[in-house]
């Protein structure tokens, strides 16, 4: 079976989307059927309890876990067609948890980001380098280049691998609990980068377990219930105190101001 190529250039407006997909785990269906397409220039929340399957429907959606049946696809195209260079350029994944395998300094760690627009044999331009300090400084690091990795606190650390992620500057931004580490400070910054984003017409999936971080910052939410079962909709009509006290097995209060809301748990 033939990779499908691309370049950069044309590699705008990527369209992510499921087709039947199952997700299992340990004998145990979690996700059945999921077939949905991503919206580009919107973001779409995925949230439920845990072991429910938000990790694992999200590191599927990047193609680093096989389906137990269905399809993910980008641009109608089975995702393991594409060449892993194309798909990286178009999608980039935010993990839940960064492991510092070699010694390194922050700038070093965010140029990781700027690989798959290289050459197998090519080194970072001065380009890449400036990308990856421009990065580094959107998420209130600048300065931090030349720090090493380990001195880092967990939140810092946090930022450097989601100044990796923007680096990269893919069509796709799959984010695992991007506020985890961080105080609420940077939490709003990150999602209000990802809004940023997604108003420049890229399209941005993320677990988090907030239901009012999902109702302020994303346009979308798919509601996993870890028994097979699912829902997706606006936020605007499917967050609501019912089916977010079912996802969640507690009471949920709403509460609401102009221009906002906000779910309060166990009222």
């Known amino acids: 079976m033939s990779a499908v190529a691309t370049s950069s250039r044309d590699a705008v407006g990527r369209r992510l989307s499921c087709q039947d997909v199952e997700i299992e785990v340990g004998g145990r269906s979690l996700v059945r059927r999921l077939s949905l397409a991503f919206a580009t220039g919107r973001i779409t929340a995925i949230l439920g309890r845990n072991g429910v399957g938000k990790t694992l429907s999200l590191h599927t959606l990047a193609g680093l876990r096989a389906t137990r049946s269905g399809q993910v696809l980008l641009d109608d195209v089975p995702l393991e067609r594409w060449a892993r260079r194309a798909r990286a350029r178009s999608i980039g994944l935010l993990t839940q948890t960064s492991e510092d395998t070699f010694p390194s300094t922050a700038l070093e760690a965010v140029l990781v980001g700027r690989h798959p627009h290289l050459g197998f044999w090519d080194w970072e331009s001065g380009t890449d380098r400036a990308i990856a300090a421009a990065a580094l400084s959107t998420v209130g690091l600048e300065g931090f280049?030349?720090?090493?990795?380990?001195?880092?606190?967990?939140?810092?650390?946090?930022?450097?691998?989601?100044?990796?992620?923007?680096?990269?500057?893919?069509?796709?931004?799959?984010?695992?609990?991007?506020?985890?580490?961080?105080?609420?400070?940077?939490?709003?910054?990150?999602?209000?980068?990802?809004?940023?984003?997604?108003?420049?017409?890229?399209?941005?999936?993320?677990?988090?377990?907030?239901?009012?971080?999902?109702?302020?910052?994303?346009?979308?939410?798919?509601?996993?219930?870890?028994?097979?079962?699912?829902?997706?909709?606006?936020?605007?009509?499917?967050?609501?105190?019912?089916?977010v006290s079912r996802l969640y097995g507690v009471p949920v209060q709403e509460l609401r101001w102009a221009g906002g809301r906000a779910f309060v748990m166990g009222g």
């Open 145 to 243: 280049e030349d720090r090493d990795i380990a001195t880092l606190s967990g939140g810092e650390r946090r930022r450097v691998a989601l100044a990796a992620l923007l680096a990269q500057d893919p069509q796709i931004y799959l984010l695992d609990e991007p506020t985890n580490h961080l105080d609420p400070h940077h939490q709003i910054l990150a999602l209000e980068l990802m809004r940023d984003k997604a108003s420049r017409g890229r399209t941005v999936v993320m677990t988090l377990h907030d239901p009012s971080l999902a109702a302020r910052f994303c346009d979308d939410a798919l509601l996993l219930f870890g028994n097979g079962e699912w829902l997706y909709g606006s936020t605007s009509d499917i967050l609501t105190p019912a089916a």
